[in-house]
């Protein structure tokens, strides 16, 4: 099962041990109708994990995303096992609006954040 979403605004930050890329859709307004957040942490054993959260419903581990994939303005995280939080998703397929911010902030942003998972397309 393959989960699509369009998002307006894409941010990349960094907090101490975690890196993370958030992709939002607003309103009119500016309020924040819909997220999705990706966080890599590293822990104090070196141990690296990728978390997904998705509107205050988080889930993720060492072996969450098999692999990801960016082509454009569309980047394709498939997942080592169907996400249950996600009635049993194992694509999700997350695109933004083309602006130059938006692309700087990937630029930088999926390559720290995706690490290894990240392979072929086109960045």
Avoid: C
Avoid at 44 to 73: C, K, P, V, W
């Amino acid at each position: 099962m393959v989960d699509s979403r369009q998002y307006d605004t894409v941010a990349f930050d960094v907090r101490d041990n975690t890196t993370m890329l958030f992709f939002a859709k607003t309103t009119d307004a500016g309020d924040i109708a819909d997220y999705l957040l990706l966080m890599r942490t590293i822990e104090e054993d070196f141990d690296e994990s990728i978390y997904i959260e998705i509107n205050e419903q988080q889930f993720g581990g060492h072996n969450l995303i098999r692999e990801a994939s960016m082509t454009g303005n569309v980047l394709t995280l498939r997942l080592h096992e169907p996400a249950k939080e996600l009635d049993g998703t194992s694509d999700i397929v997350l695109t933004w609006a083309d602006t130059v911010k938006n692309a700087e902030s990937i630029e930088v942003g999926a390559f720290r954040v995706l690490g290894d998972t990240l392979v072929g397309g086109n960045a």
